[in-house]
């Protein structure tokens, strides 16, 4: 890696093209001021999206990319596109030339190339997905994994917790993030095995830089008493989406009874800014995309829909994490885990 | 059991204590007019109460119980006060002088009595706990397993879809409810093994009285396009609890916002029909409470805090489930699963 900090860009992903990604790196670069970019995609159509970011244009590179991975790709078939402006992103940071992707295309397309390219770190058997939910709290809460892991055991759920309060340290800026399980109950007993298993061996290993405080449930997602919230894949992506679902749920209802009367359109207007608040409250842009975890080299997945509030702040994200070296401090945080564990993986490491 | 249907409620659970209770049978009595009870608790808190219910008093035994299960007692303790109202209540429907039981205490406790006391009807392996949450179709959507059981095997998922198929025929009054399995992604490649394998079985159960449509996930949850939602019991109680929270987290945001300003003081006031709506949609006092599915007997779960319009729509789902005799409906759906399952299950079955 060269002495300053890289990212490499994924400028054909996301739904709104070029210009965006390009309007979203170059609202990040202005509080980065050492960042560098490398751009991949269409060089003609990245080139023309430059014209209006001169600061962005000064700090990058261009490589063209032949192909785009498509939405409608299977990791399979996105794996095979060697020459996608996603798989060159990500061969760039395999290489060393950058040391963060960050991509707003297909998510499942970008984990597996990720996971294949990248390979996970020393010490951790799988990486995870971890994203940003609101809050009533001081800051939004780290959630993870969301869909990498369909099943995880003990080992990967200790794991997660130790990326994600490496995670929760540098985005949030503590020094020792508030943890928990996410479980069916809050009691000792309450939740499977490796829930269980995985809440002894956090609550044996003070000595890491986290603070660990037992189970939480789905309804506690969004108060605000934890930082990261450590689940398997397949819990995590159905609490997501059903926040998801629900938050679009109420504001459907709440539309439809503000629609149906002149005394309630009335307080509608009226009432806009309110509405306004919540709609930037749930908005996915002012939260950060989807970090990996876990892997040598940062990967952001920014959203499919992100406008350029939405990319600047997964760049944002990006270049941070690699300011801060998460992957040495996640290595470094595993050796803290308790003894108990340490036998544990020794056993259970690939 | 008598010629006529009749209800074993427990008086002495929930929150808000007799009166609720008995406010609550005595409203669900009017929709039902053959419907008998009997009340189990303090003799006489229950004759009391009842002497605003002439109606209700005039259909119901009243038998004395010398204790009550507390929220705070743990099934295993709650298991050994055999004169508590709740294990009365059960029992009563164990030795067939009542069809169904109507708690509204710890649920814990409910579900470990239930479970020893009426055992798994024939084909089934275990109960579940199934509850209905608003949509913005035409019904509510029947989802289960809802934390009965924390994993789940192929059988047991394939059993909630019948026992769900049966509540939702009675309670929606629909030939073919539309069945799915709660999935992280609606491809036929997601998934653990369990729940494609069911998907399996129960695509190739065309005699079932369902339609079976495929997987769904959180965010679709309150969609309207789905009546019964089957997952286990740690997805469905993660989903039902992070849609719980995150209503309460945008209407607590609304709330902020909504006092931030005097305009928007101004709006909430003009625009309280809505707020009512929005509140009437999300109320469990509309909903029916959960029930314990495949049981030797009928057995519905009140919401703890529930009014009397609450406990009301738990003694009418009794009442219903009862009148069409649910248990009978599920053993005999149960030999319409697919040739392909009835082995499967002989290998399986206790």
């Known amino acids: 890696m060269s002495s300053q900090p890289r990212i490499a860009i994924d400028a054909m992903g996301g739904d709104e093209g070029v210009p965006v990604m390009m309007a979203g790196a170059a609202l990040a670069r202005r509080r980065h001021e050492g960042l560098r970019f490398t751009l991949f995609g269409d060089?003609?159509?990245?080139?023309?999206?430059?014209?209006?970011?001169?600061?962005?244009?000064?700090?990058?590179?261009?490589?063209h990319a032949e192909t785009v991975v498509e939405s409608t790709d299977k990791p399979s078939a996105a794996l095979r596109k060697k020459t996608s402006?996603?798989?060159?992103?990500?061969?760039?940071?395999k290489a060393g030339e950058a040391g963060a992707a960050v991509s707003a295309g297909n998510t499942g397309a970008l984990m597996s190339m990720a996971k294949v390219a990248l390979r996970t770190?020393?010490?951790?058997?799988?990486?995870?997905?971890?994203?940003?939910?609101?809050?009533?709290?001081?800051?939004?809460?780290?959630?993870?994994?969301?869909?990498?892991?369909?099943?995880c055991d003990t080992d990967n759920l200790v794991q997660f917790a130790v990326m994600g309060a490496a995670y929760a340290r540098i985005a949030f800026d503590l020094e020792k993030p508030r943890v928990r399980l996410l479980n069916i109950g809050t009691e000792d007993m309450k939740g499977t095995d490796e829930i269980r298993e995985a809440a002894a061996i956090l609550r044996g290993s003070t000595s890491l830089p986290m603070s660990f405080e037992g189970f939480t449930e789905g309804d506690k997602i969004g108060r605000g008493d934890t930082d990261v919230i450590v689940c398997d894949g397949f819990a995590g992506n159905v609490a997501l989406k059903t926040a998801e679902g629900t938050a679009r749920f109420v504001t459907d209802v709440l539309r439809r009874a503000f629609t149906s009367s002149l005394r309630s359109k009335l307080g509608f207007l009226i009432s806009k800014p309110a509405m306004h608040l919540l709609k930037h409250h749930l908005d996915p842009n002012n939260h950060n995309g989807a970090v990996f975890l876990g892997l040598n080299g940062v990967v952001v997945k920014s959203h499919g829909n992100a406008d350029k509030k939405g990319v600047a702040n997964a760049v944002h994200v990006a270049a941070r994490l690699l300011e801060e070296d998460i992957t040495r401090r996640i290595a470094a945080d595993m050796a803290g885990i308790g003894g108990a564990t340490s036998a544990h993986m020794e056993t259970h490491a690939k």
Not at 54 to 63: E, G, K
Not at 127 to 136: E, G, Q, Y
């Open 121 to 151: 770190m020393p010490g951790i058997d799988r990486p995870a997905l971890a994203a940003m939910l609101p809050t009533l709290g001081d800051n939004d809460v780290i959630m993870l994994d969301l869909g990498a892991n369909t099943e």
């Open 43 to 63: 060089e003609a159509r990245i080139k023309a999206a430059l014209d209006a970011h001169p600061n962005l244009r000064a700090a990058s590179d261009i490589v």
């Open 85 to 93: 402006s996603m798989s060159m992103a990500i061969a760039a940071v």
